[in-house]
Structures are given as C-alpha cells and as structure tokens.
C-alpha cells in the first residue's frame, strides 16, 4: 500500500468544544450567559452536510456557498435557543473564525510519530475529511502540511463521505488505484463502510468497536503493523484466522 488515507477529525486531531462550544463561546463573549451548552447541543444532531452524505451540495445549499448555508443554519440555531433575529445574524457570522481559533484546536500526542514513521516507511500521506472548505488553514497552524500530500476536504469537493462520489473524486485527483491506498479513521459509516463500499480498504481507529470490524485498533503505534498485515492478506500470504487473531487489536 503507497497512500495512508486520514480522516482529520477524532482521528488526527479534535476541536475543544467542537461546534457546539463554538457557538456557545461566542454568546459568552457577547456577553449571554444564560444559554448553556447542553442548550445549543441538541440542536447540532442535524442540519451539517455530512448529516446528508446523499445529497451533493450543489443541490443542498440551492444557490449559497458553504458557509452562507452554514451561516444561515447557525442563525437559526440562536433563534432557537432565544436569540433574537438580528443578533442571531450577527453571531452566526463569526462562527467561522471562532471556529478555527487554533488555541481550540489539539493534535492527539501519538499522531506526528506515526505521521513520521508512514513517511519513513515510504508511504504518503492523505486527509480525507468531512469539513469546513478552509480546512487548510487550520492544518497549516498546526504545523502538519509538510506530513501531507494531499489535503481533500468535503467543503471543497461539494461531497460527503460515505459517498462514493468523494472516494471517487480523491482517487482521480491523485491519479492511483484503489489497491494502492487505506482509509484510516474514527467513523465506522463514513470512514470504513464509505471506503470498503468504494473498494478501499480500511482501519477503524480511537473509536470503539462496536461493529467488531476486523481491521480495528485503539493504539495509533499498531496502524502500519495492520496496514502490512492488510498488504500480506491481500497477497494471499495469510489465513483469514490468522489475519483475525493479528488484527484484532
């Protein structure tokens, strides 16, 4: 296998708060502190793109851009928690940038050594990630971009993982066969079941395993032990029972 294709979010790397503590820090910083949360939270359940996998965004967002669609649903959301019409406007536009605020942002502590360890063992890098467009910006203030061949985001592609649309669009622009590459990342449905679906392999990595799916780890250290276990499997090299018994990690 030559391409280690990353999921970015839970995978690589988190957002203290996510998307709900966004929102919720804005409204501290204007100075409302009588909206928790556990108020905003429930109501980030549904209405993101990735909510939608099926559903390009060209007919999702009728005519907006990314985040004039996400704007609008941020407005609403502050509606909905008691903001009135115009503040909740006003707020909704700066979640963009209090979205990538990168004091927020964290790296886990296993991911530069197994980044620099694929790279060492001649593999290249690739995130595949369900995300804002401008993710870029937040890989390049967290010093990453030199690990990466490749950064393929679903605000730019205009599809969301687990469509085969986005597995096809990624392959294509790198120009390599599905054989040659491995999806890695915390979703089951969007990162294994997308990948597998579009005849990548794949490892299911931080998450539980809920689904017992084979090629399964906890520990970042144990990727590229399964990663040539998948190559050994795929060459005809070992048992189903054996391949079992290495990858259950």
Aim: glycine share 6%; proline share 3%.
């Amino acid at each position: 296998m030559k391409y280690l294709l990353w999921d970015f979010d839970n995978t690589l790397a988190y957002r203290e708060g996510a998307w709900s503590g966004t929102l919720h820090s804005i409204l501290k910083r204007n100075g409302i502190h009588n909206i928790n949360l556990e108020d905003i939270r429930p109501f980030l359940n549904i209405g993101f793109p990735w909510h939608s996998p099926e559903i390009p965004h060209i007919l999702l967002f009728n005519g907006t851009i990314w985040w004039e669609y996400m704007n609008e649903y941020f407005a609403e959301i502050y509606e909905k928690v008691g903001i009135n019409r115009d503040q909740a406007i006003n707020y909704a536009s700066q979640v963009q940038n209090e979205y990538k605020n990168i004091e927020k942002w964290h790296l886990y502590d296993d991911v530069i050594p197994t980044l620099q360890d694929a790279i060492k063992n001649n593999y290249k890098n690739v995130i595949l990630s369900n995300h804002i467009p401008d993710l870029h910006e937040i890989i390049d203030q967290l010093n990453i971009k030199k690990y990466f061949d490749g950064i393929y985001t679903s605000g730019k592609i205009g599809h969301e993982k687990p469509s085969l649309k986005f597995y096809d669009y990624v392959i294509n622009d790198l120009k390599i066969e599905k054989t040659k590459c491995i999806m890695i990342g915390d979703n089951y449905n969007a990162d294994i079941a997308g990948a597998l679906h579009a005849g990548i392999q794949a490892i299911l990595v931080r998450k539980s395993n809920d689904k017992n799916y084979k090629f399964y780890s906890q520990d970042f250290k144990q990727i590229l032990k399964i990663v040539r276990q998948i190559s050994t499997i795929e060459e005809g090299g070992i048992s189903t029972a054996t391949e079992n018994a290495v990858c259950g990690n």
